[in-house]
């Protein structure tokens, strides 16, 4: 329940604070004093448009703060848990408007988005307004009206996922069906790529080995020049003796003198015995390089095409030539994977046939409880409508089912509300038909319904905001009726012209304008009994209150 309600430097308030009471309450007054500001008021609690030409002139910001008071049960609860909002047993919504035309949310002094603002206060208040009554003209809105009077918001939240599920899937589907189409069309040339790399028969680090033989086969006559050189050097020639007969030579003398000094000679003898051997071994290896050039059987042409060929392939694939090979696994992998791809994307269509069917039976579980309420609903509407002068009308709510290419989140159906003004003239659509004080009286006759048919521990504050206007005083006597019986069970706030409505509420607010030095400013007052009936009389006769209709407010108040 709205508990408290403070407006500070909007329009024409300087500083406004308001306690309220349950039941219903009415706010009266001239017009032109100030009533609809109150209700723009709160409106920017429920996270309407703000706007700095609201804040009131001279100033720098302008504010609203509400405080509800909720039970334990309230179905907001869940929705603070969800965005870890901290509260004991009363909710305070600020807004504050600054003058570069932004605006600041809070709860319990706690900053919070303006989205997760209008979502909390959707759960306290609503406001229906004389223009409000649109949402009975958009055959769209029919659905959730109906949902919420036959509290069917668990249901409609279960389907929700269900139809996310199935629709996510079925996103799923089409996407990887749409990318194995495009695997497919370019397939042929996965194969002719695989093929023609498994053709080159590429070895680890081919390419460095033959870059390294070119260069080998190029520098060949430099190679044997090099090693004949080394072999003269060794080995002499005709005219001249190699290392090994000079070092035989050496030993010979060696062994002359050994006998002289072994043991100074010996260590020489030794030495030059080793690299004799040594010098055995050299020869060997040089012959063994010699012949291995001499009888080298690789060819320079077919190197050079070899690595042509490597290249040519790595440049058709825009890769590095050492990166061919995992890119052949890789086009091998692409292959095996568009093979079973086509079991995976059957599974997908299992899986959506499994939550379609899942879909289906929320829906048609949810079209069959929403069947049951249009009925209670058409039943509790028309007998309404006699209590609010609506005699000859009838209401019926229209459920049809819609092709699957229109399924929605919140189902199958679809919800029309349809009006008969005058007996056998039948039914048409709400828009066709209904005028403007109809269309209020409809929307009431739909409240005190859901109030009779359903409590719960979650009931808003109903505002009113002149629901009640272009109808005579006997219409309005019997909207004051049922507003008061919705009051018995919700906390109810209108806005009334209407003497025959005032008189029927609990408690009465008076909003005033006075001018002063060319200055307005907006006041409320909460009416005693005396102040009432002065009020009410002034609604009844005009600016000059005469007796008459002090006796004839006596006579509304008493319900006469």
């Known amino acids: 329940m709205l508990n408290y309600i403070s407006i500070k430097n909007i329009v024409l308030i300087d500083k406004l604070e ?9 706010l009266t007054g001239e017009t032109g004093a100030g009533k609809s500001i109150i209700v723009d008021a709160i409106n920017l609690i429920l996270g309407n448009r703000a706007d700095k030409s609201l804040i009131k002139k001279g100033e720098k910001e302008a504010s609203v703060s509400a405080l ?6 309230h179905d907001v609860i869940n929705l603070l848990d969800k965005y870890s909002l901290k509260f004991e047993n009363d909710i305070i919504l600020r807004r504050k408007i600054l003058s570069n035309g932004r605006s600041q949310s809070f709860l319990n002094d706690e900053l919070i988005s303006l989205s997760v603002m209008k979502e909390i206060s959707n759960y ?10 649109v949402g009975l003209l958009e055959n769209s809105n029919h659905i959730n009206i109906l949902d919420e009077w036959g509290n069917l918001s668990k249901n409609t939240k279960g389907l929700s996922i269900s139809y996310k599920l199935y629709k996510d899937k079925v996103k799923s589907f089409n996407e990887y069906k749409e990318k194995l189409e495009l695997i497919e069309d370019k397939k042929k040339y996965l194969i002719e790529d695989l093929d023609e790399i498994n053709k080159l028969e590429l070895k680890d680090n081919e390419i460095n080995t033959l870059i390294e033989k070119k260069n080998y086969l190029m ?15 060794l080995k002499g020639n005709i005219e001249s003796q190699g290392v090994y007969e000079n070092l035989v030579l050496s030993k010979k003398q060696i062994l002359s003198i050994l006998p002289l000094n072994k043991e100074l000679f010996k260590k020489l003898d030794a030495s030059i015995e080793s690299t004799l051997i040594e010098y055995k071994e050299t020869e060997a290896i040089l012959e ?10 690789l060819n320079l042409d ?12 790595a440049r058709k694939h825009n890769i590095d030539e050492s990166e061919i090979i995992n890119f052949k696994n890789q086009l091998e992998k692409n292959l095996y994977n568009f093979a079973n791809s086509l079991n995976d994307l059957k599974k997908m269509e299992e899986e959506i046939n499994i939550l379609r069917k899942k ?49 929605k989140s919140n189902g199958m159906d679809d919800v029309t509300f349809k009006i008969e003004t005058n007996k056998d003239s039948g039914f048409n659509f709400i828009a066709k038909i209904a005028s403007g004080g109809e269309l209020s009286r409809i929307m009431l006759a739909i409240k005190v319904s859901l109030s009779s048919e359903r409590k719960n521990n979650s009931t808003k504050t109903l505002i009113f905001d002149e629901v009640d206007s272009g109808v005579g005083g006997a219409v309005a006597d019997a909207i004051g009726k049922r507003l008061n ?3 018995l069970s919700n906390q109810v706030l209108a806005v009334t012209h209407h003497p025959q409505v005032a008189a029927r509420s609990k408690n009465h607010f008076k909003v005033n304008k006075s001018n002063e030095n060319s200055y307005s400013t907006t006041s409320i007052k909460n009416l005693n009994y005396d102040e009432r009936l002065e009020e009410i009389a002034r609604m009844l006769s005009g600016e000059k209150v005469t007796e008459a209709a002090r006796h004839a407010a006596e006579s509304l108040m008493n319900h006469n």
């Open 359 to 407: 879909y289906i039976e929320g829906a048609e579980q949810l079209t069959n409880l929403r069947q049951e309420a249009a009925n209670k609903l058409s039943k509790y509407v028309n007998k309404e409508f006699p209590v609010l002068k609506l005699d000859n009308a009838s209401f019926k709510v229209s459920i049809n089912l819609l092709d699957e290419i229109s399924w």
């Open 18 to 26: 308001l306690n309220f009471e349950q039941g219903f309450t009415v």
């Open 219 to 233: 520098s060949i006559e430099k190679i044997k020049d090099s090693l004949g050189k080394i072999n003269f050097l």
């Open 124 to 133: 306290l208040i609503e406001v229906n307004g004389q223009n409000d009554q």
């Open 485 to 487: 019986l919705l009051g």
């Open 302 to 313: 077919d190197i050079e095409n070899r690595i042509s060929l490597i290249k040519r392939i």
């Open 288 to 297: 063994e390089c010699l012949e291995s050039v001499d009888i080298s059987n």
């Open 68 to 73: 509800f008071i909720i039970n334990k049960d």
